[in-house]
């Protein structure tokens, strides 16, 4: 074990990790490699983990030239010269970031920093990586010399396979993840999600910490944990990770006053001291029962956030921009919801579109109770949003994905359209909101992507259906009902018009059914949506409205 214990601090490293014997590793198949990262297999021993790391590491697929420890060995003295490594200023695009020092000794300390600056030197193209410092202290501590950590930390930043996400390396491509993550907060901790929602001024803000809570708050013997799965896995074991550091938070402060005026304070609070409330063990073990999404879903949940952000003008150079916005008061008005109730909804949608303003697009006090009107004013503005206000003064309506000119396409049939990421909600009396069924209950359908091992490139397994005829349509949308091997129709029942109605989830019933004259509605529970009633199961129309999505960073 001596070769590997150059930058540790013994007296603050687990001791459990020195006592164990030595094993080896010689299996080479993914699932089997997969279940012993998982379990912990070389956990216990810190010589076997240096081992393993180097092995996965030296597998990553790489750039034709890719520095390695001899760049190191020229650089580092013209680099980092004589001078005091603590007193080294860090490159800009870690951010600020914590420097982590994990159980290094005084000399490790020093390394980090080295390291870093001579990373910002043989890779010019990064812009934004707040993660690297941690990644190398990590793996300083299991690095025969510093030289060997730099060659690692390469091989992890030069990762050429397109279906292997490692480390974020730009503001585009760091900034999409965070509202990635966001949007599955949305869809796998409403209950965090509400009190984040209730408490922060800024969702995103908080959400923007994710990677900050594993690099950076995460105690040394958890870090390397998730790690270890990570070098297996991949990028959505962090997703993972994340998600339950945040179910955890949540149900240990729940109905507990906040610590201190920020959430964002006492989320981070909470992951580094999280050894008082949740072993290593069991953080993972709630990581791996969350039923996400497959890779190719959140792969392409990712790039439509990385497309918003450049149709925002967010290129791969920037350094951090703020882009997140709420609705604001002084110019939203309309005669059915309230801005607070507004901005309840906004915390729902997809946070790609969550970065734009509302926009009124109809109202039937304006423009008359007309479904002809009504697809005139909606049609070419994807996606929109439905609210009616009732006669009895309930208040209900649906997060809709897709353009309603979508309807044309079954001719004068009526058809269904849309997307998974479409919702119905009611505002009152009460509060609640019913997502696509498949969302809760993943068991109702096997996807058509692969399966959990090494994702084959995106462009092989995006659409598992037959190819779009509209050539700009090439790539399915997020959550397309093509994906899944549904059981039957009435699962993906999610919005149809013509000019007799419109209905809103279908099967054992409708979420909404509207008429020609947008006067009369029905709403009963239906298979889409798993729903109950909306409002009173048939109702009259006292004032509906569409709202659009106004991108308010291009003017």
């Not at 010589?47 to 750039?63: D, G, M």
């Not at 073990?285 to 190719?296: M, Q, V």
């Not at 696509?436 to 068991?443: N, S």
């Not at 889409?528 to 659009?548: A, D, K, R, Y």
Request: net charge neutral.
């Amino acid at each position: 074990m001596d070769e590997y214990n150059r930058f540790v601090d013994w007296d603050k490293m687990d001791i459990t990790v020195q006592s164990q014997d030595a094993k080896e590793l010689t299996c080479t198949e993914f699932q089997e490699l997969k279940q012993l990262a998982r379990q912990g297999y070389w956990a216990k021993n810190h010589s076997l983990r240096a081992k393993v790391y180097h092995k996965l590491i030296s597998n990553i697929p790489c750039r034709t030239v890719t520095p390695d420890a001899n760049v190191y060995r020229d650089i580092v003295v013209k680099i980092v010269g004589k001078r005091n490594s603590s007193s080294l200023p860090l490159p800009e695009f870690v951010d600020n970031s914590l420097v982590p020092t994990y159980c290094l000794n005084a000399e490790g300390i020093g390394a980090v920093r080295k390291i870093i600056l001579c990373i910002a030197n043989q890779f010019p193209d990064i812009s934004f990586c707040p993660a690297l410092p941690s990644v190398i202290a990590l793996l300083l501590h299991y690095s025969k010399d510093e030289a060997e950590c730099f060659e690692q930390v390469c091989r992890i930043l030069a990762c050429n396979d397109p279906s292997k996400r490692l480390i974020d390396q730009t503001f585009l491509a760091f900034e999409s993840s965070c509202m990635t993550f966001g949007d599955l907060v949305n869809k796998y901790c409403q209950a965090a999600h509400k009190l984040m929602v209730a408490v922060s001024e800024d969702v995103l803000e908080v959400y923007s910490d994710w990677q900050r809570w594993l690099f950076g708050e995460l105690p040394m013997v958890y870090v390397a944990r998730v790690f270890d799965v990570f070098l297996v896995e991949g990028y959505k074991v962090l997703y993972r990770v994340a998600l339950a550091l945040l179910k955890f938070f949540h149900k240990v402060r729940a109905g507990q006053p906040m610590e201190s005026d920020s959430i964002q304070q006492d989320i981070r609070a909470f992951v580094r001291d999280i050894a008082k409330s949740v072993s290593p063990e069991r953080l993972l073990e709630k990581a791996f029962a969350i039923r996400l999404f497959s890779r190719k879903e959140i792969q392409l949940l990712q790039m439509a956030n990385e497309k918003a952000l450049q149709q925002k003008g967010i290129t791969v150079k920037q350094k951090r921009q703020n882009v997140h916005l709420a609705v604001h008061a002084e110019n939203f008005k309309s005669e059915i919801v309230s801005v607070k109730e507004m901005r309840d909804i906004w915390s729902w949608i997809p946070e790609r579109f969550a970065l734009c303003q509302p926009l009124l697009l109809f109202t039937t006090l304006e423009h008359g109770c007309s479904l002809s009107r009504f697809y005139s004013h909606s049609e070419g503005h994807e996606p929109t949003l439905l609210l009616i206000k009732t006669t009895a003064k309930e208040v209900c309506g649906a997060y809709l994905s897709t353009d309603w000119s979508e309807r044309r396409r079954g001719g004068n049939k009526l058809s269904f359209f849309g997307t998974g990421e479409c919702f119905v909600f009611r505002l009152q009396p009460e509060v609640e909101r019913y997502e696509w069924v498949i969302i809760k209950h993943p068991e109702l359908a096997t996807t058509g992507s692969e399966p959990e091992n090494h994702a084959s490139p995106a462009s092989s397994t995006l659409s598992s259906g037959s190819v779009p005829s509209d050539p700009s349509d090439r790539l399915s949308p997020f959550l397309a009902a093509r994906h899944f091997n549904l059981p039957s129709k009435t699962a993906s029942m999610f919005m149809a018009g013509s000019s007799e109605c419109i209905i809103i989830g279908g099967g054992d019933g409708q979420a909404l059914y509207l008429d020609a004259d947008l006067n009369h509605g029905r709403t009963s529970h239906c298979d889409t949506f798993n729903n109950q009633p909306l409002c009173s199961e048939s109702f009259q129309i006292s004032v509906l409205e569409v709202w659009g999505f106004r991108d308010t960073m291009n003017g």
